[in-house]
């Protein structure tokens, strides 16, 4: 049973470039969470698509967006890289249900960004 | 506003040694879900366990343990006996109940278990 992929693991850009990054979910689950995580700090919620719309934003600029597709997959889009957007950007998939605060996520081994 | 404080940035011990991993939050939900989640350096996290805030009971997992205290707002969580392979970054956080998987994620603590 695979786990939640995320692709490409690692990639180097440049300052105003643009990037995507990419999401599988795992099998059966239907909703994916996008984090932020910068070297030695805890994940930063950035957002999460459900019904392929964006259900729930963190504090993030619009520079961030995303997509999800009718398979459930799901790709995050960074627009005009700044040096403070070198993270690892991790994917988390779960099964939407009620009381989706008590979720447990599945989370892929992420995607490392590396803006110069 | 929701918050979690993970104080010990990295814990060092020695293998067979037990070790303590503090969390503490804060809400002001009365309904909330706390979370431990382990990163090895692999990078992914792993989920460890999930406990509701109406379930004050401790839990024990093979080595493991959860000490939850809604009193004190903390949630702690005991390795008996560490082996080499706990070796990892370990993660609190605090999910309020219809957040659409809005997790807040402490700053997280390196656990270095040396043979």
């Known amino acids: 049973d695979a786990g939640v992929t995320q692709s490409p693991t690692h990639l180097i850009k440049t300052r105003g470039q643009q990037v995507t990054l990419r999401c599988s979910p795992k099998?059966?689950?239907?909703?994916v969470s996008w984090y932020q995580q910068a070297l030695g700090q805890g994940p930063q919620f950035i957002f999460q698509?459900?019904?392929?719309?964006?259900?729930q934003r963190g504090n993030f600029p619009d520079r961030f967006s995303g997509h999800q597709f009718p398979n459930y997959s799901s790709e995050l889009n960074v627009n005009a890289l700044l040096l403070g957007d070198s993270a690892l950007y991790l994917c988390?998939?779960?099964?939407?249900?009620?009381?989706?605060?008590?979720?447990?996520?599945?989370f892929g081994a992420g995607s490392r960004l590396t803006v110069l | 506003a929701q918050k979690v404080t993970q104080a010990q940035t990295e814990i060092s011990v020695v293998e067979k040694e037990d070790v303590t991993l503090d969390c503490v939050y804060e809400?002001?939900?009365?309904?909330?879900?706390l979370f431990w989640y382990k990163q090895p350096p692999s990078g992914e996290l792993v989920f460890l366990i999930r406990?509701?805030?109406?379930?004050?009971q401790n839990e024990i997992s093979g080595r493991y343990s959860w000490n939850f205290q809604k009193s004190t707002s903390s949630f702690n969580f005991t390795i008996t006996a560490s082996q080499v392979v706990d070796s990892a970054v370990y993660f609190c956080?605090?999910?309020?109940?219809?957040?659409?998987?809005?997790?807040?994620f402490g700053s997280g603590t390196k656990l270095n278990v040396k043979p």
């Open positions: 988390a998939s779960s099964l939407q249900g009620v009381y989706s605060g008590a979720n447990v996520l599945t």
């Open positions: 099998s059966g689950h239907d909703t």
């Open positions: 698509y459900y019904e392929e719309e964006e259900r």
């Open positions: 809400t002001r939900d009365t309904t909330y879900y």
């Open positions: 406990r509701n805030s109406f379930d004050e």
């Open positions: 956080a605090l999910s309020p109940p219809y957040n659409f998987n809005k997790f807040y």
